[in-house]
């Protein structure tokens, strides 16, 4: 055991060395810093993170151990249960802090929770911040002292708060870090990335996105410059680059939340054309914050309907080979295999066509949402707890405040409203439209009428 004080900060879904609170504190203390990030699929409940997620982590985690390095310090990568694995390090390095900034998920908050109790009872001091979100769920509360249901209400709780609090500067060289050397893992060896015998999926990835602090950085200074004075007028076409891009980035924490609002709240303050798309994007930016606000108070939201009465909804039966020509972008609607191909390709899919596609999943092909779900667990590089399982439920219409199950997107018109020029399907399906490509897997119109047929057996 080491005599002096060295201070451990245990990184999450904070992948960043600038407004990192944490991190921030320990500088602060002056003490010798361990840095660590601890890959875990095995505490009981945890759940492993998709195939997209794995290769983003992977390349985030050497921006992260570079931007450490650059101020003097060192990324210790280990793999297990994250409670034994911390207290391990703690005890091989005699650590006298632990600091980390908060997760929200039931599992992760249980972790959390029993770790800094131990730690604790053992003399060591266990610290976690406000890292990730702007609004932590206990305090936005009702009137009546409940948590909110609804996105309206809360989205004006959020605004009427005091202004979230100013960015917290990156260390520098100049701070005169010093770091413990200890033991790490190899990156290589976790095999987050595709290897064979497993075909290279990643390439559109890999031209795609630039995970990472800095690439985050970059992606909100073109959005801020370029686009969110057309943001409004763009958000919903999805053959435009026309929103942030930022919610991988914002995933994974190389972005804070409390970075991207002051940005955007210096836009939104200037009376220019900026104003308009600036406050349209908080507002989504709020949209995060609700899912994370549910998922604290109803934990159950990740694997069960909000509305129990979907509890008795008759899921179609589908095969194996039904569901493939859903995740492959071969259903016969233009739309939706655009969308699942710019999935697959490129591990993202702009927003108006996700609700497209979990609409067809849902409604006209009539699976489980949770099917759905997994699928974009699997393969969105921004698959998020929180906001995927709030989404998917909002289609289902199995939530709070959701889409009413009779609405159902109809992918022509959506087609014919938000990419009049066929110029997205073109990107991803150029076949549409020629002998080579599919006839509709189902009619629009009579699958539609089934699963309101359905919809009235639990209403
Ligand atoms: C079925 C379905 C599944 C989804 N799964 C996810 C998911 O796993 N992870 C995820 O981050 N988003 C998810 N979304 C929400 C949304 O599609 C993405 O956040 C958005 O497309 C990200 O693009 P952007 O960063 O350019 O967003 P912008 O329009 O620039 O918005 C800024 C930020 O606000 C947040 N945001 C925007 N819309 C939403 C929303 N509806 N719900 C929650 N946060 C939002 C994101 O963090 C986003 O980066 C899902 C939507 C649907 C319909």
Redesign the pocket.
């Known amino acids: 055991m080491s005599e002096r004080a060295t201070s451990v900060v245990w990184f999450r879904d904070d992948l960043r060395v600038a407004d990192n609170p944490a991190l921030h504190e320990a500088v602060l203390r002056g003490d010798p810093i361990v840095c660590v990030y601890v890959l875990d699929d095995e505490s009981p409940g945890i759940r492993p993170i998709g195939g997209a997620s794995r290769w983003w982590l992977h390349h985030s985690l050497e921006a992260l151990g570079e931007s450490l390095r650059d101020v003097g310090l060192t990324l210790t990568l280990r793999r297990g249960p994250a409670r034994e694995v911390v207290t391990g390090l703690v005890d091989e390095v005699g650590a006298t802090r632990v600091l980390w900034n908060r997760r929200y998920g039931e599992v992760e908050r249980g972790i959390d929770g029993d770790l800094k109790a131990s730690l604790r009872e053992a003399g060591v001091e266990a610290e976690s911040s406000q890292g990730s979100l702007l609004a932590e769920p206990w305090t936005v509360l009702t009137g009546q002292g409940g948590w909110y249901k609804v996105f309206t209400p809360f989205y004006r709780a959020v605004m009427a708060k005091p202004t979230p609090r100013h960015p917290l500067a990156a260390p520098t060289k100049t701070d005169g870090l010093h770091h413990r050397e200890v033991a790490s893992d190899a990156l290589g060896d976790w095999g987050l990335l595709p290897a064979a015998p497993v075909p290279d999926w990643a390439g559109g990835l890999r031209e795609r996105w630039r995970p990472g602090e800095a690439g985050a950085a970059e992606r909100m200074e073109t959005f801020l410059t370029e686009r969110v004075s057309h943001y409004v007028a763009d ?1 919903d076409l999805p053959a435009e680059e026309g ?5 991988p980035h ?2 994974w924490g190389e972005i804070s939340p409390f970075q991207f609002w002051h940005a955007l709240d210096g836009h939104r303050a200037r009376a220019s054309s900026d104003a308009e798309g600036a406050a349209a ?1 908080l507002r ?2 709020i ?2 914050e609700f ?1 994370y606000h549910l998922l604290f108070h109803l934990p159950s939201i990740t694997t069960e309907n909000m509305r129990s009465e979907f509890d008795r909804f008759p899921w179609a039966e589908v095969t194996d080979d039904e569901l493939e020509r859903w995740q492959q972008g071969d259903t016969g609607i233009p739309l939706v295999d655009a969308g699942m191909r710019e999935l697959w390709q490129t591990g993202i899919m ?2 108006r066509v ?2 497209v596609v ?1 609409s067809f999943l849902v409604k006209n092909l009539r699976v489980d949402w949770r099917v759905g779900e997994a699928w ?1 667990w699997d393969t ?1 590089v ?3 707890p929180a ?2 399982a ?3 439920q ?2 289902a219409g199995s939530g709070p405040d959701a889409a009413p199950y009779f609405r159902i997107f109809n992918p022509e018109l959506q087609a014919s409203k938000f990419d009049k020029h066929g110029s997205y399907v073109n990107r991803y399906v150029p076949e549409a439209g020629t002998p080579a490509y599919p006839e509709p897997m189902v009619d629009l119109k009579e699958s539609r009428r089934a699963a309101l047929d359905a919809y009235a057996t639990i209403r």
């Open positions: 958000q929103t942030s891009m930022l919610s914002l995933r994007v989504q930016l949209w995060r899912s702009h927003n996700r609700m979990a974009f969105l921004d698959a998020d906001a995927n709030l989404n998917w909002w289609v």
